[in-house]
């Protein structure tokens, strides 16, 4: 069989000045050699400068419109355990199982995995943090709070459990729980009651935690759904600097992210699309055994990602927030007394994502 080389040409793209340039050089011999007349050269030149004017506008309009940020994912850990949480206590990870509520833990390279402790098994799901010391609160002990609102103390070496407080609420929780390293709470942990999904109870009740384990009623915060998250805002951070943050999860559409500050008040600061899940504040900090960056907990692929800090730079002190099934992710930051939400795009391969957790570990 013969075959046909096929040969493409290509066109040199030129300015619309050289454009202009051409069409007068053009002009300049036709009325020399007499095969224009003057009218119809002026109306030749006139559209052509019309066209360029456009040209210049569009390509002008194209180079101002900025590019979606895009976040770059790799796999950090195959974990095997289906997760709800992954917490990085300066010296070592921990992830939580979905329902069993057991705790493990690996080194800064996220495997292998083995046993750090064990907590009452029930659904739905348990979160812990790191105390970061000071304020009464012995540095790196581990507090995780349970389903059924019971805030638990963990040693650094995970040998000792024991109940450290109990939050006055007979609903089941998802186990929102984050330290006040601001202070508008008086640097106390902060607890969050409420279940994503869920319309009953719609929203939840936020509680502070002294180190004493002495309980204090804060507000509480709508629905409709609860949150499995609670972070707390910057410093930097506006109108709502140093107030918790909570996104109540209703489900697959009409979700919010709401403040709540110490009084109890509440404001919602921009609504998703989808329920949200995984939130973490970019905050600065000193540099540790853990490469510094954004760790993110997925229950079905029992995965952690991971995405280098160098990416979230320009979003210092601001939230990132995940959904739970669609693996959305923005960047929440204030622009005045309101708030800018910036979609991210991601490079994640197709799966069906239970985004549960992020933690984000400065450096």
């Given at each position: 069989?013969?075959?046909?080389?096929?040969?493409?040409?290509?066109?040199?793209?030129?300015?619309?000045?050289?454009?202009?340039?051409?069409?007068?050089?053009?002009?300049?011999?036709?009325?020399?050699?007499?095969?224009?007349?003057?009218?119809?050269?002026?109306?030749?030149?006139?559209?052509?400068?019309?066209?360029?004017?456009?040209?210049?506008?569009?390509?002008?309009?194209?180079?101002?419109?900025?590019?979606?940020?895009?976040?770059?994912?790799?796999?950090?850990?195959?974990?095997?355990?289906?997760?709800?949480?992954?917490?990085?206590?300066?010296?070592?990870?921990?992830?939580?199982?979905?329902?069993?509520?057991?705790?493990?833990?690996?080194?800064?390279?996220?495997?292998?995995?083995?046993?750090?402790?064990?907590?009452?098994?029930?659904?739905?799901?348990?979160?812990?943090?790191?105390?970061?010391?000071?304020?009464s609160f012995p540095a790196h002990r581990i507090y995780c709070h349970t389903p059924d609102n019971k805030i638990y103390q963990l040693s650094r070496n995970g040998k000792r459990v024991s109940v450290f407080a109990t939050l006055?609420?007979?609903?089941?929780?998802?186990?929102?729980?984050?330290?006040?390293?601001?202070?508008?709470?008086?640097?106390?942990?902060?607890?969050?009651?409420?279940?994503?999904?869920?319309?009953?109870?719609?929203?939840?009740?936020?509680?502070?935690?002294?180190?004493?384990?002495?309980?204090?009623?804060?507000?509480?915060?709508?629905?409709?759904?609860?949150?499995?998250?609670?972070?707390?805002?910057?410093?930097?951070?506006?109108?709502?600097?140093?107030?918790?943050?909570?996104?109540?999860?209703?489900?697959?559409?009409?979700?919010?992210?709401?403040?709540?500050?110490?009084?109890?008040?509440?404001?919602?600061?921009?609504?998703?699309?989808?329920?949200?899940?995984?939130?973490?504040?970019?905050?600065?900090?000193?540099?540790?055994?853990?490469?510094?960056?954004?760790?993110?907990?997925?229950?079905?692929?029992?995965?952690?990602?991971?995405?280098?800090?160098?990416?979230?730079?320009?979003?210092?002190?601001?939230?990132?927030?995940?959904?739970?099934?669609?693996?959305?992710?923005?960047?929440?930051?204030?622009?005045?007394?309101?708030?800018?939400?910036?979609?991210?795009?991601?490079?994640?391969?197709?799966?069906t994502y239970n985004f549960e957790a992020a933690s984000y570990v400065p450096g």
């Amino acid at each position: 069989m013969a075959h046909t080389k096929l040969v493409i040409g290509t066109t040199k793209r030129r300015s619309p000045t050289a454009l202009v340039r051409t069409a007068l050089a053009d002009g300049r011999r036709a009325r020399g050699g007499g095969d224009l007349e003057g009218g119809l050269f002026t109306h030749s030149l006139r559209h052509l400068l019309v066209l360029s004017v456009l040209s210049a506008a569009l390509a002008a309009s194209a180079a101002a419109a900025p590019e979606r940020p895009a976040l770059h994912f790799k796999v950090f850990a195959r974990t095997g355990i289906r997760l709800t949480d992954v917490v990085w206590t300066g010296s070592r990870f921990l992830y939580v199982e979905n329902t069993t509520n057991a705790v493990s833990a690996a080194g800064p390279a996220g495997t292998p995995v083995r046993k750090f402790a064990s907590l009452p098994k029930m659904s739905e799901e348990t979160r812990c943090v790191v105390s970061p010391g000071g304020h009464s609160f012995p540095a790196h002990r581990i507090y995780c709070h349970t389903p059924d609102n019971k805030i638990y103390q963990l040693s650094r070496n995970g040998k000792r459990v024991s109940v450290f407080a109990t939050l006055p609420n007979t609903s089941q929780s998802d186990g929102a729980l984050v330290f006040d390293t601001v202070g508008r709470f008086g640097y106390r942990l902060v607890a969050a009651t409420g279940r994503s999904g869920h319309s009953k109870p719609a929203g939840g009740a936020v509680y502070t935690i002294g180190a004493t384990g002495h309980v204090r009623f804060v507000g509480n915060y709508a629905g409709p759904g609860g949150s499995d998250e609670i972070a707390i805002a910057a410093r930097g951070f506006g109108a709502v600097a140093g107030w918790a943050l909570l996104g109540p999860d209703p489900g697959a559409s009409n979700a919010a992210i709401v403040a709540i500050n110490p009084s109890g008040r509440m404001r919602t600061l921009a609504k998703l699309p989808t329920g949200p899940n995984p939130i973490a504040v970019i905050a600065p900090g000193r540099r540790s055994a853990a490469t510094a960056g954004l760790y993110l907990a997925d229950t079905n692929t029992r995965t952690i990602y991971f995405a280098r800090a160098a990416q979230l730079a320009p979003y210092r002190g601001a939230v990132i927030i995940g959904s739970e099934l669609k693996a959305d992710f923005w960047i929440l930051r204030p622009r005045g007394r309101r708030f800018q939400l910036l979609k991210l795009a991601s490079d994640l391969p197709p799966a069906t994502y239970n985004f549960e957790a992020a933690s984000y570990v400065p450096g």
